[in-house]
């Protein structure tokens, strides 16, 4: 799956990177595009391209993550993920393994006959052409973007793209609605924690069980006989959750999704006991369409993810990596950020500003 991961970053950055621009903010000295970050093979990845990549994976999640999470970028950088290993550093590592796949994938173009057409290329010189056009002189200091770097990037990205598709094409995309199956049901919980005085959450008494229990089983009791079953929590005061499932789930409990499973479609359970509270459940169907059709489809990445996994191993096992530390710590995500807002224009495109 680790694969997958930066395959998909690099997607990501694929579609934006023709329509957005970016701003720098922050000090550094004006990075070496031409010094030598690291060696895949015979082929060099040239701190430019290891920048701009990380630059523009550092924008992603300063965009998004640290408004969610309340931090300033340069807070969340610094914070430990692990001992010794900051978010800084995982994300770097992660731009880096992500650029090595690339160039590993580059070199086995010939195996799977891939080759950029003239069409795909007049495509990735205007995107460059037109990425670098948006953006001040500082920000393409400070992230390295040129035409030669955006090209450079958005080539290996296609390549990427057109390998993963000839070493997965012959996966097989036939699933059966047994192998995919997915039921759905409706269920109303009655949990045994409460809220202790202090504002923390604590375990009922065996008694306060009892009683939540007792209300379970009175909701059961009634919900057999109701024709629908949200409704009938409703009117009852409750809150019916709508859910699909397999007899391999496990949330939000074992033993629930083992009783519900066994019921036939439009039956509705007893009181279902776990550890950690009671459920009240009924089948709403024993096929649902849309979730089989996409647990169908997940089945189908899966089987990809592991053909791509199984062939990219060995290449990268055989393939010589070697990193320069000293060039790669002059990316600093803490003192060099970037950023990202909307603008009103003609493309409503999404550019960066400091």
Not at 157 to 167: P, V, Y
Not at 208 to 216: D, H, L, M, T
Not at 258 to 264: D, G, M
Request: a negative charge; hydrophobic letters at 40%; one cysteine or more.
């Amino acid at each position: 799956m680790r694969n997958m991961k930066y395959r998909a970053a690099a997607a990501l950055l694929a579609v934006s990177v023709a329509a957005a621009g970016l701003t720098g903010c922050g000090v550094g000295s004006k990075l070496d595009k031409n010094a030598v970050v690291a060696t895949v093979g015979e082929e060099k990845i040239n701190l430019g391209v290891a920048n701009f990549y990380a630059r523009y994976q550092q924008v992603q999640v300063e965009s998004s993550y640290a408004q969610m999470l309340g931090m300033a970028g340069e807070d969340l950088w610094a914070q430990e993920l692990t001992e010794g290993e900051t978010y800084e550093d995982t994300i770097k590592d992660g731009v880096l393994k992500g650029l090595e796949q690339m160039y590993i994938l580059k070199s086995h173009m010939a195996d799977y006959s891939v080759e950029i057409t003239e069409e795909e290329q007049a495509k990735i010189d205007k995107a460059a052409f037109e990425f670098v056009d948006k953006n001040n002189l500082e920000a393409k200091e400070m992230t390295t973007a040129d035409e030669k770097v955006v090209g450079e990037l958005l080539t290996l990205l296609t390549i990427q793209k057109k390998m993963t598709d000839a070493m997965t094409a012959d996966v097989s995309t036939e699933v059966s609605d047994e192998e995919a199956a997915q039921k759905k049901m409706q269920y109303v919980s009655f949990s045994y924690s409460k809220t202790a005085e202090d504002g923390s959450s604590a375990t009922m008494t065996e008694e306060e069980k009892a009683a939540v229990k007792a209300s379970a089983q009175a909701f059961a009791d009634g919900a057999g006989a109701a024709e629908d079953f949200a409704a009938y929590a409703t009117e009852q005061g409750y809150e019916a959750t709508d859910k699909t499932f397999d007899a391999e789930d496990t949330s939000p409990s074992t033993e629930m999704i083992a009783a519900v499973n066994a019921l036939s479609e439009g039956q509705t359970s007893g009181v279902i006991e776990s550890e950690n509270g009671c459920y009240v459940a009924k089948l709403v169907s024993a096929l649902d369409r849309e979730a089989t059709d996409a647990e169908k489809q997940s089945i189908i990445n899966q089987r990809k993810n592991d053909r791509f996994t199984e062939i990219y191993e060995g290449w990268e096992k055989a393939a010589k990596v070697e990193v320069d530390e000293k060039v790669w710590e002059k990316v600093d995500f803490v003192s060099q950020g970037v950023t990202m807002k909307e603008v009103e224009e003609e493309s409503a495109d999404n550019t960066t500003e400091k």
